[in-house]
């Protein structure tokens, strides 16, 4: 386990039952209504959301569209307090690199503030790639900062103790998924957040 795993792990335990009430919980809560807005899904979709939280956006978009949700996240109370708060989806213990869903089994993905926090986007992007059917998309929501901003950030991002990794930019995430494969079909910014989707 590398020691960003870790960090997320004790953070987000310790936040898990009162999540949407914290800082860091109305800070996504804002990403979270970006990210529906700017999504395009069949009815009956299969909808695998990476670092879930507590399941909040998983609600979100099914209040918009008959889904079958499924969320991963690393912290286990996360998972815990999102199997309470909505049985009719199903959620799992794992990390970004590891989703624990067979190949082509998913037609959307969702990343929404966890981007930053994953230790190996290359593993990640592979591992999207695994569990998306073909023409699947996928949707990075997360912080846009300007070049001089982010890139003075993430000097000391790592030193937080949430388990931050690195803020990226929109081209870096998209070259990321270009080099295995995928498609950039769309970006979306509003102030410091940016939605990119992508198809596989």
Known sequence: MSKYHA??????????????????????????????????????????DVGCGN??????IAEKWHIEGFGVDIS???????GARYPEFEFAVAGCDDLSFGERSMDVLTACCTYHHFPDVAA???EAKRVLRPGGSIYIADVYLPPVIRQTANVFLPLSKDGDVKFYSTGEIAGTFER????????VRNGHMQVVRLRG
Request: no cysteine; glycine share 6%; hydrophobic share 45%.
């Open 124 to 126: 990640f992007t592979l």
């Open 55 to 60: 399941g909040r956006l998983l609600a979100k």
């Open 76 to 82: 286990p109370n996360m998972v815990a307090s999102a």
């Open 7 to 48: 960090k997320n792990i004790k953070a987000y335990d310790a936040k898990a039952q009162n999540y949407d009430n914290t800082l860091d919980g109305k800070f996504t809560a804002k990403f979270k209504e970006l990210l529906v807005a700017n999504m395009s899904l069949a009815e009956g979709s299969r909808v695998l």
């Open 180 to 187: 295995a494969g995928f498609e950039l079909v769309s970006v």
